[in-house]
């Protein structure tokens, strides 16, 4: 998971009443680590054209980006992301 996927994680934790605690308790208590963005928005941007019909935003880009370059199955609950898998070259698994 990128640190910029746990950001909107975060929020939508926050905007639905979680204090910082909670959110930091989340954040410490991951079993993997957080990736930073780095090479992963340049990316990320390359994948834009290959998917943009979907509409797909920056944090959707960033975990397809991460999932090519690590081989990792990407794990989402955006059904779109499964349809676009074959065009960017990853293994997408629903979780819901």
Do not use: H
Request: aromatic share 4%; charged share 20%.
């Amino acid at each position: 998971m990128t640190s910029v996927s746990f950001g909107e994680v975060a929020g939508w934790m926050v905007r639905n009443g979680a204090d910082e605690a909670t959110v930091r308790a989340l954040r410490d208590g991951l079993v993997y680590p957080l990736t930073p963005v780095d090479d992963l928005a340049v990316r990320a941007a390359l994948l834009k054209p290959l998917i943009l019909s979907k509409g797909p935003g920056i944090g959707d880009r960033l975990c397809l980006a991460l999932a090519a370059r690590t081989t990792a199955v990407a794990l989402t609950a955006n059904a779109w992301l499964a349809e676009v898998a074959g065009a960017v070259g990853v293994e997408v698994q629903l979780i819901r």
